[in-house]
């Protein structure tokens, strides 16, 4: 079930993430495309990333109308990246209809999976209630969320490693931030676990950034967190 570490690539530039990939050497991991890095390089960059034979999880959280969302899918289906995602909270409709796109994108080629963003780790309890007026816990949105993204044929979600167990439980993958070796700075994480402890709670990718990233020796920390997550 531990398939994978997937690092973040929190980087504005093309030129910085490929001085960052030249630290790895020989090392060619799964790598998360965020929006920073997309907003500014785009679609060339993903097609040569996966040319040099990278696996890529490409992270734009789509959320919007059903068919919006629809064209959007079709088009990032084309790239041939290997995991993306949207936002739960754009309900069913938007989900399935996020999904066709991929599908219809990717063709004869192989199909991505397809998660969903339950909720933000940077919503809490009083966001929830206050802000969102949501009267549920935090809990159940998330996996109410899991259930509605489940019922629109998705894959998984993006979730704390703490609610993994939850998710592998209604028989969806789980990828899951939040990550640090023992030792190194939490940064602004507010809940952060080990990648053994990740491989305990059932997460099934762990996406690892500034514990990689933000190494002295990058090559050195991404194979310990691999050799952690899946029990080597
Ligand atoms: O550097 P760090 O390991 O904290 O990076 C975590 C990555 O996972 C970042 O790219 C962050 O945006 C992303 N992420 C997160 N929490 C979520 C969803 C995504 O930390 N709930």
Redesign the pocket.
């Known amino acids: 079930m531990c398939k994978d570490v997937i690092i ?3 980087f504005s530039s093309k030129e910085e993430l490929y001085a960052f990939l030249e630290k790895l050497g020989d090392q060619k991991p799964y790598l ?1 495309v ?1 929006m920073e890095l997309y907003y500014k390089e785009g679609a060339p960059m993903v097609r040569e990333l996966k040319a040099k034979g990278f696996k890529i999880f490409l ?1 734009l ?1 789509l959320h919007d109308i059903p068919n919006t969302v629809y064209k959007a899918m079709r088009n990032l289906g084309e790239l041939g990246v290997d995991i993306t995602n949207v936002h739960a909270s754009g309900g069913i409709k938007m989900m399935a209809a996020a999904l066709k796109g991929l599908r219809e994108g990717a063709g004869d080629g192989a199909m991505p999976k397809l998660i969903a ?1 339950t ?4 919503t809490d309890a009083e966001t929830l209630k206050n802000e969102l007026l949501i009267g549920e816990t935090l809990e159940n949105t998330v996996k109410h969320y899991a259930l509605n993204a489940k019922a629109a044929g998705l894959d998984g979600v ?3 490693p703490l609610e993994a167990s939850i998710i592998k439980e209604l028989g969806l993958m789980s990828v899951t ?4 070796l023992a030792g190194d700075s939490v ?3 507010k809940r ?1 676990t080990t990648p053994a402890k990740a491989r305990e709670m059932g997460s099934t990718y762990i ?8 190494a002295e020796d990058p090559r050195e920390a991404y194979i310990k967190c691999t050799k952690e997550f899946k029990g080597e």
């Open positions: 973040a690539c929190d998360k965020g992270d959280k963003v909720q933000l780790t940077s993006v979730c704390s931030p939040g990550i640090r940064d602004d994480q952060v996406v690892v950034g500034r514990s990689i990233t933000a």
